[in-house]
């Protein structure tokens, strides 16, 4: 599976962007897909997932309410909106994919797209 994330940029507090996350090679109903950040300095994080099973979504404590995880299956693609964005959401942006996996452990994913960058600052 081949995934290319894109959507990030520079937005002011309290903006909004949509990440995009497109998959080539397979298709993704199959899979967990998730959405995890890393600022400089910082370990990865995991900020969302939606699993494999039955579509079921998880978010960080520090995203919930903000962030809102989809995907679609038609287009091979899973979205991240994200509002009421903050300076500490700044980072680099990436999703990856688990196979058959109710769940999207940081180091137990099977495939990394590249990072989008989302900075957020007035």
């Known amino acids: 599976v081949q995934l290319q994330a894109s959507g990030g940029g520079l937005v002011q507090p309290g903006g909004s962007l949509r990440l995009s996350c497109a998959a080539s090679?397979?298709?993704?109903?199959?899979?967990?897909i998730g959405w995890f950040r890393q600022a400089p300095g910082k370990e990865r994080e995991g900020v969302s997932c939606i699993n494999s099973v039955d579509g079921t979504t998880y978010y960080a404590d520090s995203v919930k309410g903000r962030f809102t995880i989809s995907r679609d299956n038609a287009r091979n693609t899973v979205y991240l909106q994200m509002n009421s964005l903050k300076p500490e959401d700044t980072a680099v942006y990436y999703c990856a994919t688990r196979q058959y996996s109710d769940s999207c452990p940081v180091y137990g994913m099977d495939f990394w797209g590249k990072g989008t960058q989302v900075t957020v600052s007035s």
């Open positions: 090679g397979s298709t993704l109903d199959t899979y967990a």
